[in-house]
Every structure is written in C-alpha cells, then in structure tokens.
C-alpha cells in the first residue's frame, strides 16, 4: 500500500547506531524509540539537518505533504485513529505559522500530538531573521506545552517529555521547537535516551476518589430518569468496553457527544444517539428531563448544554473527567469525580457489582419506554434509501446511509466542518471507538482529508472514507497529490450542495434567507477533472438511480482514491437543532416544525 | 472581592508567559503581579491579587494547575493570610507632606524632591494615597501584593 520504495526512495541505515549523534540524528532516534513509524512534514532551511538525518535512517518514514496544515492533520488523524502519538515536522516561519490551525484543533479535542519546528539558529532569534517567527509565543495558547531545545543534548529528555505530556492525563498537542543549529551534523554528543521521566510540575490524576465513586453509587441507585452522557475522553482513553459494561449493568440510555460517537455501539438499542446542537430529539429530551446525568469524559460545553441557566434543572450530575479544570467550569457536578474515564469506570463497576444493588428497576423501564416514544416521534429516519428521490434530489443523508449500507458500517469516516459533518455524524452509526474522526472543538474545515490520510496510513487495509462537502474540501485540497505519491485509497465523498451549507441554513434561519457570500456563483471546480488531474478517479452522481451503484464501485475501487462528487439537495437543512438561549428541549424539527410554542 | 493567588513554578524562560498568557486567554483580571526567584533556584513564586467570585478563582487555580511549568498554586484568601505591599512616593521638597510620615519613611532627598517608602496592605496604601492627595506626589510606585499564610501552611515543594 505506502509507496515509498516506488518512488527511489532509498533508505541508508548508518550513523544511527553509533551512540555518538548530532541533535539531528538524537532526534529522530528518540522518536524511534518512541515507537513513531510515520512522521508528516514539510522541508525547509531551519529544518534541513533534521531531514538530512531522515534521509540517513529507514526507522521513521516521513511522508511529505503539501501543506503544514495538512501535515499537523495527518499526525492528528493517526493518533485518533490509534489512540498513539501522531508526529509533525515544520519549518520555522511560515511552516510553523501554517501548522497553526491543525495545533489549535489537536488541542481542542484534546489529541496527542508531537509537533516539531525547526528555528533559526540560537544567536539569530530575536532579530527578525529570515523565516523567524516564534513559535513558541504563537502557539502557546493551543498547546498543552511546548519546548524551546536550548542545548543540543537536551533534545531525547525533552523528545522525552513531549511524548508523556503529550499522551497522558487530558492528552493535548505538544511542540518542540529546534534552532537550526542545535541539529548541526558536526556537533556530536553521546546519546542516552531516558528510560522514564519524573516531572514534579506534572502529575495527572488517574483514580478517582474512593468516596465519591461510592456516593456516586448511591446517587444512581435513586435515580428513575437516568442519562450516560459520554464524551471524546472515553474514546482517548480507550474506556469504550467499560462505559458498554456500566451501561449493560444498570440499562440506563446512553448518548455520546459528536466527540464521543462510537465509545457505545451507535446501532445498539440502548443508544439514543448524538445529542447536543443537532442531536437527535430523544436524547436532548432525555437530557432535559433527567433526574440523574453521568457525565464520563465530555466537559458539558456550548453545543451541548445550550443555555447552561436552563440545562437540565432537574437533574443531579455526577461528572468524571481526568481534568479537574473541566469538571463544574460550566455545569456544577454533584459529584465530582477527578481522574481517567478508564480507572474511574472500573471504579465504579467494582462498587456497583460489590454492592447488593437496588435500582428502580420499573421507573427505570417506564423512562426507557418515554425514549422509544420521542424516538417513535421525532427520532431519525435510517431508512431515508428507501424513499427514493426527494423532488427529484438526492438528500445528502441519504449519500450517508448509502456509504454505511457499502461499507457494513465498518468504515474509518473522517470529517470536515457543516453540514455534511452532522449528517454523517447522525446517520452513520459507529459502533467502534476511533471509527469517526473530526474536528469537534474547532471546528476546522479542510481536516478532513489530511486527517484520513493519516488514518489511511495507519490501516492501510482498511476502508476510510472522508466525507466533505465542496466548501471544506477545497481547503487542503492539495492534498490529493500527498494521497498520489503515497497511494493512499481514501474516498472521498463530497456532498456537493454548491453552498456553504451550514453558514446558508443559518442564514435562512437567522439572517432572513439573505444569502451573503455563501455561494460561489458558479466558480466551482469541476471535482471529477480535478481529481483525475492528481491521478485519482472521480465519479460523479446527479441522480438518485445512480447513487447506490456509484458508491459501489467507489467503495470497491480498493486500490485507487476516489473522489464521488454527489450533487445533493442545496435546500436541504440539518435538524434538530436546539433554539439558541433556551433549554435543551426547544429543539427546531423541521423547516416548519419545533418543540415550543 | 480582592482574592491573591501564589503560585511556585520551575524558574525557567517562557513559564512567566504561560501563566500571565492565561489570564488574557481565559479573560481573567490581572489586578497585581509580583514574581521573583525563592531560595531554591529553580523555583520562582509568584502572587498575583485579582478580582473574580469563587467560582472563577476556582477555575483559574485550576487552570493555573494545568500549567506543566506550575509546581504548586494556592488561593490564599481561602483562609486567613498576610498581605502586604510596598510603595515609593516622590514629593516635591516643598510639599512634602510631614505629618503623615516618619523620618524611618524616607529613603533618599535632596534640595528637590523627597522619597519615602511605605508598607501596608493594598487598602491602606489605597487610604495612604487619598490622605496625601492634596499634597501633590508627583510618582507612586507600587510593587503589587505578596501574600502568606498565616497559619503553619506553607507554598513549599518540600511538604
């Protein structure tokens, strides 16, 4: 599948045995020894010595994209994919100012991420030298930490420590910024590389507090109107088979945050599906009108609680989340339990199975059945194939239930940002964690391409498939080039609606049908040229008739990028969606259609 | 209500910024800031006095936590604790105002101007100032809040 080989790349295995090494080659050896197979970057002057000490190694592949954003993405994608660090190689300048966005993403939603930058050499800094820029100031809001590499033979401890940061407690970007000569091939020093790292300044929380945990028992055997609402720190913790096992013993309904989709089985009864913004109507319902909110590893932000004045007045909230910063910052928690989703949840099984456990058994069934019947109501309709064309349109949700029926519903999905990103959250069920991968907290459009190819690279017999629209889609679209060199299979499915979507439903919605700078007045390219114009295929779908064979073939088409350009209905909007300022339970249904009078 | 937080944190380049980042960041109230290295090298301390109800100090010692660089953060005003400040006021010789301070007050005159040193708490500076008002200072100097316990607790890495 990785066609590095193809392209007379040759790998030379020297200098990297010999335990004298040059900052260069200190750093790429400590990234092997962290168990790092791929690395996404750029070359440029401040990183030269380190891509020297690259081309001399065949440890680590680097995989050039065409873009630093691209890059940062890729790395972000595989470590969601994973659950292991993803890795970036910058430049100084603009290389580091354009791995920009892809850090505040990475931080955003919390992933592991290593992001190195080349700088100018230590006595330049400071003095507006050429591609100068510093990183360190630039990017310090959007990581969780970073390092400036003072002297050459601090770089494996510093390597070091990036990657325990990086990767435990609430995991977050991490950068290390290397002046160029740091990594001079001439200056040798030998090479130790440390076995563990003690950092006094940093000591995550991993248990929870014994007491709590037991109160939290007690509370949940009161409740009658439960709601397991997890989030993205289940799946980063890879606590996906215990929230499955909590939720099994006491049959309470379980919703999952957009960050959160497949820590429970998306097809899986129990499920009420996503919840929040455009969650589905039974879930923001069973929100609003709990008694009993568990809150695992999602932090209760504004797409989720709506107006947190009016969130869920009713209910007690039992809130565990590995930071302690997130836990009562919007929504105060009855019982706060501070520590990792995976060793809070076994927890909290052992109390509950140590327990002679007395639930409210019939409530508890009655409140399932008030589920069923909002979801009976106003729930999704998963069979939207079925009703054919839509005015004579293909819906963009069925473009989505048409790629799960083709894929089993075992696909890797990535995401960019709008509507498409919704009704593939909404209507692919994704039964495994790691399966959807997108930019939640940001919000950042052009992810979604970079992003699968890095989780194309890290399964590369698997199926990925990046659903976009025509909007996002053109922001790191030169990435279809990366894709070429490395032959990496990723569909594309492009939900072609000729409009920014969601910034064109928020104008219909809010801005009186004025549709200000949300089309392009036939500029778009012609996408099925473009991509065979970067060596991929392209298939194109107007027609509903042609859809589910068209998609067929893309999905079957294992060895090649496709880029299924479908043209959906431009009218469609996505719903629910709650009313802004209010409850969770004023919800718009429809064009026409809301819960509120 | 006046709160003071202090902080230890590894005395390293570009931790001060993480920490002073984070207020404009999360759009916290710097109100006073005073950092300066402690006996151990490696250790700086830092006290900072800002406004904000319980909840937000909350929020900002915990996320002040968060900081790799920060070793150990404390909201003093949760219990009883000493604040002090110190100030430097410069008069002109001629209107120096003596009745309001003692001769141990002045640290530096000269045929022109008169310097005195002053310290007390943040709100007896602030009365200090207003008494002295219509002598026309012409600087004040104010150094920002330090704060300790007054109990046996102590900010250490030791405990």
Redesign the interface.
């Known amino acids: 599948m990785l066609n590095l080989q193809k392209f007379g790349v040759t790998f030379k295995r020297n200098l990297m045995d010999k335990s004298n090494k040059s900052g260069a080659e200190a750093l790429i050896h400590s990234l092997h020894l962290e168990g790092v197979e791929f690395m996404f970057g750029y070359p440029g002057g401040a990183a030269l010595h380190i891509y020297d000490a690259i081309f001399n190694q065949n440890y680590v592949d680097h995989i050039l994209v065409r873009h630093e954003q691209g890059a940062v993405h890729a790395a972000d994608g595989y470590a969601r994919a994973t659950g292991k660090p993803g890795v970036a190689l910058v430049t100084s300048g603009p290389g580091a100012t354009n791995a920009i966005t892809g850090l505040a993403t990475a931080y955003m939603d919390s992933t592991p991420i290593v992001v190195i930058s080349g700088q100018v050499k230590s006595n330049l800094i400071g003095t507006d030298s050429f591609q100068e820029t510093d990183m360190i100031g630039i990017s310090r809001p959007i990581v969780k930490h970073s390092f400036l590499v003072q002297r050459a033979e601090d770089i494996p401890e510093i390597v070091k420590k990036a990657f325990h940061i990086a990767t435990t407690g609430r995991p977050g970007p991490v950068v290390i910024d290397v002046p160029k000569d740091l990594t001079d091939p001439e200056y040798k020093f030998e090479f130790h590389y440390p076995k563990e790292i003690n950092m006094r300044s940093y000591n995550p929380p991993t248990e929870g507090d014994t007491s709590r945990i037991k109160e939290a028992v007690d509370l949940i055997e009161t409740a009658k109107r439960p709601v397991i609402y997890s989030g993205g720190g289940v799946i980063q913790n890879d606590a996906s088979d215990e929230l499955i096992e909590l939720a099994k013993l006491l049959n309470f309904p379980v919703t999952n945050t957009l960050m959160g989709l497949g820590a429970f089985p998306g097809s899986d009864p129990q499920f009420m599906g996503m919840l929040g913004m455009h969650g589905t109507y039974q879930a923001n319902m069973a929100m609003h009108n709990a008694d009993l909110i568990i809150a695992i590893g999602a932090r209760f932000d504004d797409r989720i609680t709506n107006d947190p004045k009016q969130f869920s007045l009713g209910a007690k909230k039992i809130h565990i989340d590995v930071d302690p910063a997130s836990v009562s910052k919007i929504i105060h928690a009855d019982i706060p339990i501070v520590g990792s989703a995976k060793e809070c949840l076994s927890a909290l099984l052992l109390e509950l199975n140590s327990r002679n456990l007395k639930l409210n058994e019939s409530d508890i069934s009655e409140w399932n059945k008030q589920i069923s019947t909002w979801r009976d109501a106003h729930g999704l309709n998963h069979s939207l194939l079925e009703l054919g064309p839509q005015n004579g349109k293909i819906l963009p949700q069925q473009v989505v239930q048409s790629l799960y029926k083709e894929t089993n519903g075992e696909a890797f999905i990535t995401s960019d940002v709008g509507q498409h990103q919704m009704f593939a959250a909404q209507y692919y069920h994704f039964d495994k964690p790691r399966q959807w991968i997108n930019s939640g907290g940001l919000g950042t459009m052009g992810f979604g391409l970079p992003s699968a190819m890095g989780v194309q690279l890290a399964f590369p017999e698997s199926t990925v498939a990046c659903v976009t629209g025509e909007g996002s889609i053109q922001m790191c679209i030169q990435e279809l080039s990366t894709c070429l060199q490395y032959g990496l299979p990723i569909k594309i499915i492009n939900l072609n609606n000729a409009a920014l979507g969601m910034v064109r439903q928020w104008q219909d919605m809010q801005y009186g049908g004025r549709h200000s700078s949300s089309t392009y007045e036939n500029s778009l390219p012609d996408f099925i040229a473009l991509a065979e114009s970067y060596g991929h295929v392209g298939i194109k779908v107007t027609k509903f008739e042609d859809l589910e064979a068209a998609m067929k073939e893309c999905v079957s088409l294992k060895d090649r990028l496709v880029f299924l350009d479908v043209d959906v209905d431009p009218n469609e909007h996505v719903y629910p969606m709650l009313e802004a300022g209010n409850a969770m339970d004023h919800m718009w249904l429809g064009k026409e259609e809301k819960t509120w009078k | 209500m006046k709160r003071v937080i202090a902080l230890l944190?590894?005395n390293q380049?570009?931790a001060l910024?993480?920490v002073v980042?984070l207020f404009s960041?999360r759009g916290y109230n710097i109100e006073t800031l005073v950092v300066a290295p402690t006996t151990d090298p490696t250790l700086s301390r830092l006290t900072m006095s800002t406004e904000g109800d319980e909840?937000v100090v909350?929020?900002i010692t915990?996320?002040l936590?968060?900081l790799?660089?920060?070793?150990l953060v404390t909201n003093l005003s949760e219990s009883e604790f000493v604040e002090r400040e110190l100030m430097l006021i410069k008069f002109r010789k001629d209107s120096f105002p003596e009745n309001a301070f003692q001769d141990s007050n002045v640290v530096s005159k000269n045929d022109e101007v008169i310097n005195v040193q002053v310290v007390g708490t943040s709100s007896e500076l602030d009365a200090l100032i207003t008494e002295i008002k219509g002598s026309n200072p012409i600087e004040v100097v104010r150094s920002g809040s330090l704060g300790i316990s007054s109990d046996k607790n102590t900010l250490s890495?030791e405990n």
Do not use: H, L, N, T
């Not at chain 2, 790799?68 to 070793?71: K, T």
């Open positions: 944190m590894e380049p570009g910024s993480r980042g960041q909840k909350e929020q915990k996320q936590d968060k790799i660089d920060v070793v890495i």
